[in-house]
């Protein structure tokens, strides 16, 4: 069954409290898309540290926040994007504990085990895209 988005929401990210706006879209979305409590603080947890990475990583981009239903399942999708340095070994940036700056370098890692869909698009200099899907359970 083909995919239907029921809203789209398009968030800059340049600084700190646009990370925090984009928690709390991730969140009302994913609480009005009928997800559980857990897979709303999931939503909200990967939405934050992707967020993050953008003002960290890549200085400016921005995120886009979807309520999509497919197959009679709703969920939300997120796509965060820059146009920063990219990610030069990104199995390596998967893999959790590595950080080129001087973090704990979980918020990858952490936010692909929490949704059900996790991809990234970069390349050296290319900049990145990182999409996640989470679906609720019925
Ligand atoms: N948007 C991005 N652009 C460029 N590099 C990125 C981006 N997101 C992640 N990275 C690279 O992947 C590494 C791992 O990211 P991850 O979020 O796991 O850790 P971190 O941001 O360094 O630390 P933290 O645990 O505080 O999130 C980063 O240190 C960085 O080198
Ligand atoms: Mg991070």
Redesign the pocket.
């Known amino acids: 069954m083909a995919e239907r988005i029921l809203s789209r929401d398009e968030i800059p990210v340049t600084c700190e409290g646009d990370v925090v706006t984009v928690r709390r879209r991730a969140q009302a979305v994913a609480h009005e898309r009928g997800l559980g409590t857990f897979a709303v603080a999931a939503v909200t947890t990967a939405a934050s540290?992707?967020a993050?990475?953008?003002i960290?990583?890549?200085s400016d981009?921005a995120v886009i926040i979807e309520a999509v239903a497919r197959d009679g399942r709703n969920g939300v999708r997120m796509v965060?994007r820059?146009k920063?340095?990219?990610?030069?070994d990104l199995s390596r940036?998967?893999a959790?504990g590595?950080?080129?700056?001087?973090?704990?370098?979980?918020?990858?890692?952490?936010?692909k085990r929490l949704v059900d869909e996790f991809h990234v698009d970069?390349a050296p200099g290319a900049?990145?895209v990182?999409t996640v899907v989470k679906w609720a359970r019925y």
């Open positions: 540290e992707l993050r990475n953008i960290a990583h890549a981009g965060f820059d920063g340095p990219g990610i030069a940036a998967l959790g590595f950080s080129t700056a001087k973090s704990l370098g979980l918020g990858l890692s952490g936010s970069t900049g990145t990182v």
